[in-house]
């Protein structure tokens, strides 16, 4: 998948949406999710099994299965692979898991006793690879039910609970392979389940009394006598109301939507329950009035007696079942007899054997084998879509009047005891020549010798092919028209014709060069005079699942449409066209050349190899290659003496090397973004580098700040210090001075004495001073350092104003502002203090207040607390985050600092 990529499911009610993922610092748009989607189911959409693919820039997918239920879903939790780790699973519960290989997957169930307890295991039926394996163990770990191959390759476990308790499942594939293509759905149940119905078909459009045969049925009596693996089933009669229109077995599940089934039509039906629908059953229509078989009819004395026409049910309930039926036919009549078994899904393999009654002379009764009928080999759809089926088809033109009788026998034992599940009509009607018709898009190389799955994709200029198979009826071998239907404008294929006895053709669809982007369905449709009548079929879809190896069959089934993709940017490097406008002529024995031409767009260097396909017997052509420098050919094709006269569509198949940039469009989408995602890195790691010098920065001032706040706290020291001194010495003096003052005023006439009273009184007040100056000196160191401890420096941001704050004697005293680069500068107030006419309250306790402004002209916005310890100050000046503070027209009072640079240019 590539491009922006989509799902186109067969419902218009279910839709998906890819997730995406929230836009980026790197992408500015949601960004898809690669391979998830959100489903949307409406409420009014069935249950039931529908196809989903892929749409994206090479065009739509092979379909693959998508269920949808009526009942819980949970996911397989991971790591569940042993008993201990089992995930809980409620009853009526689905469960979607995918196998890991070697490991198997462990359920645990809370069971009641007297339940009768149905898990249901779909992976083939869902077009898995899962070989699915199921075990029942009980809380010990032995082993109570093992189940294979029940439904196709789907294992089923029916299982009556003993005892409350805790039970568990395991589920694996049979030869431990796993992986994405291993998947599987899980449901245990103790809800209704249908194992088969009788009779199996119904008439179209006509209520109709049927006999649903399973388990857990509401209202139903038991089935005596029918077990399937020793189970006892219940039975129980309902009405049935097939829908107003025929869907062929496209409809069914893939699980029976083979090849072989294409001819059935048919539609599902389901039985509700308390806890919500049973599993399908595929109903048939009626080809004439029905009938159920009667037992005992295992001998010729006891064979069945038919009314012709009809439709009769049956099954092969035991091992070495033989069911004799017997019907009268008048000479010259033709009845076919047909038988549905295999064809219905199930593992059969009936064989008829077709008798005449007589009596000989002597009276009794005799019986002469007309003939035995056996698989209906004949393929349509050769390696791709293998339509041979184990059911008989046999036109009986009755050889004369008389009794006959028909003896059913299944060829393919199923156990040892049968099984009533395998179920079979016989149909003998009246001749009526019809046909139905298969479209599928081929893998286009190797000449149809490789099958493998393949999407739909025409580019502008370019063709694309559809593979028609015919599967006719009753001996109908005309020849069928083929047209396409619902192309959009700028596309055209056309009209080709089936010849006469052929079964596959291929049409071809032409986009013009200028053809728009488009995805939808289109209808390939086919005519055919029938008689006087004419009958219309639109082909049913098919699809190839799996690749198989060379000149191997693949695993195809039929699909719910048939999807067709127009690019939206790519064209075809070249187109090879038939130069003849008129359909072209020969006679038996005769060469005809075709000419041909070939349109370039680009440069081929390699030869241009051009094979015819889908030639009629008996007619050849040879290869013709086209050089670099040639651009018209003639193709010879030699139609031998015993080819049939008739009109027959050929085509080219054109083959050669060219020079291809896959999705070229999404490759410049790349480079645009990978040109951006650079940009977008370089901007960041500039800012980074920014940020990286601001850092620095940031350290270097703070380291500055350190040491000044050291000296600070070295000067408070040496204050202190020089204090102590002056205030010893003043001490010292004081006592003289006291002394020389009580000398003098004691001998107040003692001039010597008041002279020395007077000296030694100036030295005490003069110690007094340089002791009080001391004391101011240490109050204005331990002023200094106390600030120095919470001092930011500033930093140059992008031009913007920034207050670079004194250190040393200048300290800042009552407010500094910090600017740090690739942010926005901050204001830090200490003290209390009026900014802008708003007061910022200071709790001198908390250390001070940051202000953040919104704007340049606006101050106070935000405070934020700021503690004082020294260290978380010291970190603040690395980590300071806030808006810008820009000019306005005045500071205001700055708790006394009047003499402040940032108070006196009314700037900050």
């Given at each position: 998948m590539s491009g922006t990529p989509s799902e186109a499911i067969s419902d218009p009610g279910i839709t998906a949406q890819q997730k995406t993922s929230p836009p980026t610092p790197f992408r500015q748009t949601p960004e898809p999710i690669p391979n998830q989607f959100t489903v949307t189911i409406a409420p009014d959409v069935p249950p039931g099994v529908y196809d989903v693919r892929a749409v994206g820039t090479f065009g739509v997918s092979n379909p693959r299965a998508f269920m949808v239920g009526d009942r819980e879903e949970l996911l397989k939790q991971a790591g569940i692979n042993t008993q201990e780790k089992a995930m809980p699973l409620p009853l009526e519960t689905w469960c979607s898991g995918q196998a890991d290989g070697a490991a198997a997957d462990w359920y645990r169930l809370a069971l009641k006793q007297g339940q009768r307890l149905v898990v249901d295991v779909w992976a083939q039926r869902l077009d898995s690879r899962m070989d699915a394996t199921l075990l029942l163990r009980d809380a010990q770990g032995r082993e109570l039910a093992r189940s294979r191959d029940v439904n196709g390759k789907d294992p089923l476990v029916d299982f009556a609970v003993p005892a409350d308790g805790d039970y568990f499942l395991q589920v694996f594939d049979a030869v431990y392979a796993g992986g994405p293509e291993y998947y599987y759905r899980l449901l245990a149940t103790?809800?209704?389940?249908?194992?088969?119905?009788?009779?199996?078909?119904?008439?179209?459009?006509?209520?109709?009394?049927?006999?649903?045969?399973?388990?857990?049925?509401?209202?139903?009596v038991p089935a005596e006598g029918i077990a399937v693996q020793g189970q006892q089933l219940e039975k129980l009669s309902v009405p049935v109301e097939p829908p107003a229109e025929t869907a062929p077995m496209a409809a069914a599940p893939p699980g029976l939507a083979r090849p072989e089934a294409a001819v059935l039509d048919g539609f599902e039906f389901r039985l509700p329950g308390p806890a919500g629908l049973s599993n399908p059953f595929y109903l048939g229509y009626a080809l004439a009035p029905t009938l159920v078989e009667q037992e005992p009819n295992d001998a010729p004395a006891q064979a069945q007696k038919?009314?012709?026409?009809?439709?009769?049910?049956?099954?092969?309930?035991h091992r070495g079942d033989q069911d004799w039926l017997e019907f009268s036919a008048q000479q010259g009549e033709v009845w076919w007899i047909e038988v549905f078994s295999q064809r219905m899904g199930l593992q059969t393999?009936?064989?008829?054997?077709?008798?005449?009654?007589?009596?000989?002379?002597?009276?009794?009764?005799?019986?002469?084998?007309?003939?035995?009928?056996?698989?209906?080999?004949?393929?349509?759809?050769?390696?791709?879509?293998?339509?041979?089926?184990?059911?008989?088809?046999?036109?009986?033109?009755?050889?004369?009047?008389?009794?006959?009788?028909?003896?059913?026998?299944?060829?393919?034992a199923t156990g040892s005891e049968g099984d009533p599940r395998s179920l079979y009509r016989v149909c003998i009607r009246p001749e009526n020549p019809d046909f139905r018709l298969v479209a599928l898009q081929p893998y286009p190389g190797n000449a149809r010798t490789q099958v493998q799955p393949w999407g739909s994709l025409l580019r502008k200029g370019g063709t694309l092919m559809f593979d028609v198979f015919a599967l006719r009826r009753d001996g109908f071998a005309g020849p069928i028209e083929l047209r396409v239907e619902g192309l959009p404008e700028g596309l055209s294929a056309a009209p080709v014709t089936l010849p006469a006895g052929l079964d596959a053709a291929t049409v071809v669809i032409t986009a013009g060069e200028q053809a728009a982007a488009w995805v939808g369905?289109?209808?390939?449709?086919?005519?055919?005079?029938?008689?006087?009548?004419?009958?219309?079929?639109?082909?049913?879809?098919?699809?190839?699942?799996?690749?198989?190896?060379?000149?191997?069959?693949?695993?195809?089934?039929?699909?719910?449409?048939?999807?067709?993709?127009?690019?939206?940017?790519?064209?075809?490097?070249?187109?090879?066209?038939?130069?003849?406008?008129?359909?072209?002529?020969?006679?038996?024995?005769?060469?005809?050349?075709?000419?041909?031409?070939?349109?370039?767009?680009?440069?081929?260097?390699?030869?241009?190899?051009?094979?015819?396909?889908?030639?009629?017997?008996?007619?050849?052509?040879?290869?013709?290659?086209?050089?670099?420098?040639?651009?018209?050919?003639?193709?010879?094709?030699?139609?031998?003496?015993?080819?049939?006269?008739?009109?027959?569509?050929?085509?080219?198949?054109?083959?050669?090397?060219?020079?291809?940039?896959r999705n070229l469009a999404e490759a410049e989408a790349a480079a645009a973004a990978k040109a951006e995602l650079e940009k977008i890195a370089a901007e960041l790691a500039a800012k980074a580098q920014e940020a990286?010098?601001?850092?620095?920065?940031?350290?270097?001032?703070?380291?500055?700040?350190?040491?000044?706040?050291?000296?600070?706290?070295?000067?408070?020291?040496?204050?202190?210090?020089?204090?102590?001194?002056?205030?010893?010495?003043?001490?010292?003096?004081?006592?003289?001075?006291?002394?020389?003052?009580?000398?003098?005023?004691a001998d107040p006439n003692n001039a010597d004495l008041a002279k020395a009273a007077q000296e030694a009184q100036q030295a005490a007040d003069s110690a007094a001073e340089r002791a009080k100056a001391a004391q101011d000196a240490v109050a204005d160191a331990r002023r200094r350092a106390e600030q120095g401890d919470v001092v930011e420096p500033a930093i140059a941001h992008q031009g913007q104003d920034v207050v670079h704050p004194p250190l040393g004697d200048r300290l800042l005293?009552?407010?500094?502002?910090?600017?740090?680069?690739?942010?926005?500068?901050?204001?830090?107030?200490?003290?209390?203090?009026?900014?802008?006419?708003?007061?910022?309250?200071?709790?001198?306790?908390?250390?001070?207040?940051?202000?953040?402004?919104?704007?340049?002209?606006?101050?106070?916005?935000?405070?934020?607390?700021?503690?004082?310890?020294?260290?978380?100050?010291?970190?603040?000046?690395?980590?300071?985050r806030a808006r810008g503070v820009g000019p306005h027209r005045a500071v205001g009072e700055l708790a006394g600092q009047g003499d402040h640079p940032a108070a006196q240019g009314g700037q900050h």
């Open positions: 103790a809800g209704p389940y249908i194992d088969f119905i009788l009779p199996p078909m119904v008439p179209a459009a006509t209520r109709s009394e049927v006999t649903v045969y399973g388990r857990n049925l509401p209202g139903s038919l009314s012709l026409p009809c439709d009769v049910a049956g099954s092969f309930q393999d009936p064989s008829v054997l077709l008798t005449r009654v007589g009596v000989d002379n002597q009276g009794q009764e005799q019986m002469a084998d007309i003939t035995e009928l056996d698989d209906e080999p004949k393929n349509v759809g050769g390696l791709q879509f293998n339509s041979a089926s184990a059911d008989p088809v046999y036109r009986f033109a009755v050889p004369e009047t008389g009794r006959y009788r028909l003896l059913v026998r299944n060829l393919y369905n289109i209808q390939i449709v086919g005519k055919a005079k029938i008689g006087e009548a004419e009958r219309t079929h639109v082909a049913w879809p098919a699809s190839v699942l799996y690749a198989a190896q060379q000149n191997l069959p693949g695993k195809a089934r039929l699909a719910r449409s048939l999807p067709l993709a127009v690019s939206a940017t790519e064209s075809d490097p070249f187109l090879v066209e038939i130069a003849a406008e008129q359909p072209l002529e020969m006679s038996l024995a005769g060469q005809l050349s075709i000419p041909v031409k070939v349109v370039r767009r680009g440069e081929i260097k390699a030869p241009i190899t051009l094979t015819a396909l889908n030639l009629p017997p008996n007619i050849g052509a040879q290869q013709l290659a086209l050089d670099q420098n040639t651009n018209e050919g003639a193709l010879v094709l030699q139609v031998n003496a015993n080819a049939s006269p008739g009109e027959a569509t050929l085509y080219l198949q054109a083959q050669t090397t060219v020079g291809y940039r990286d010098q601001a850092k620095q920065r940031a350290d270097q001032a703070v380291s500055e700040a350190e040491v000044a706040l050291k000296q600070a706290q070295e000067a408070l020291t040496a204050a202190e210090a020089e204090a102590a001194k002056a205030a010893e010495a003043a001490k010292t003096l004081l006592d003289p001075a006291a002394a020389a003052k009580a000398a003098a005023d005293d009552g407010v500094h502002l910090v600017g740090v680069a690739g942010l926005d500068p901050v204001l830090l107030v200490i003290g209390e203090l009026h900014v802008a006419a708003q007061h910022a309250a200071h709790d001198r306790r908390a250390g001070g207040a940051v202000v953040a402004d919104a704007g340049r002209d606006h101050v106070a916005d935000e405070e934020v607390g700021t503690p004082r310890r020294r260290r978380q100050r010291l970190q603040r000046g690395r980590h300071v």
